[in-house]
């Protein structure tokens, strides 16, 4: 089946430093990258998509300039978390559509982020 | 009201007993749904996809869904505790809809 990496799987970083989540689709051409978070004990919660080449669309109350989302290639899209204060801890999981013909997402294992 | 309802349990069972999950969902557009099993601190993984109304099986798991109740079900036969995660539906509008919905998940426990 389809493999979506995530790097690294847990970070901790101090109050007002940026941090930078890689996204990879290790066996296929992703069309389309989404990027979600996740609170303990609730659901993923999406929010941005990004197509390959273009800007990303993000989902309403998210700041698009706190959560930088680049997709470069097929394979590859990265968030970063800007100026990151304890609310941004969170489990952030990103997936990838487009390796079969329907709309499958496959999902990645998910980030730790703790900020101190 | 959400877009997708989903009871979060938990729900515990013994082994070897069948575990019944469900959702409702407001949206009649909704033509995709999937079932998504989570092991803790991991990323979901596909465990069913279905297009539309009726039955689909896959080894010891069952999705159902009937589209005009707006409610679909997971079934698990002869449970495991390896089954042992939590359970979320999903559902999304067109073939080419990578937009999902989400249910809030349901937590599992599948006692030895």
């Known amino acids: 089946g389809a493999v979506v990496s995530q790097h690294p799987s847990r970070v901790i970083c101090k109050s007002g430093t940026s941090v930078k989540i890689e996204c990879r689709s290790l066996?296929?051409?992703?069309?389309?990258m989404f990027w979600y978070r996740q609170f303990p004990k609730k659901s993923l919660m999406l929010m941005a998509t990004?197509?390959?080449?273009?800007?990303?669309?993000?989902e309403q109350g998210v700041e698009k300039d706190k959560f930088l989302i680049n997709h470069a290639s097929l394979t590859l899209s990265t968030l970063t978390v800007t100026s990151a204060h304890p609310e941004d801890s969170s489990f952030y999981i990103c997936?990838?559509?487009?390796?079969?013909?329907?709309?499958?997402?496959?999902f990645g294992p998910g980030t730790r982020l703790t900020v101190l | 009201q959400k877009e997708v309802e989903q009871d979060p349990g938990p729900l515990s069972v013994p082994e070897g007993a069948i575990v019944s999950l469900n959702c409702t969902y407001s949206n009649s557009a909704f033509q995709y749904f999937m079932w998504y099993r989570q092991y803790s601190r991991k990323g979901p993984e596909l465990l069913m996809y279905t297009y539309s109304s009726g039955n689909k099986e896959d080894g010891r798991f069952t999705a159902q869904v009937d589209k005009s109740s707006k409610y679909i079900s997971l079934f698990i036969r002869d449970s495991q505790p390896s089954d042992s995660a939590t359970y979320l539906c999903?559902?999304?509008?067109?073939?080419?809809?990578?937009?999902?919905?989400f249910g809030a998940g349901t937590t599992v426990t599948v006692r030895a």
């Open positions: 066996d296929f051409q992703a069309t389309t």
């Open positions: 997936s990838a559509g487009g390796a079969s013909s329907y709309n499958e997402q496959f």
């Open positions: 999903a559902m999304s509008e067109g073939p080419n809809d990578y937009k999902l919905s």
């Open positions: 990004s197509n390959e080449g273009s800007k990303a669309t993000y």
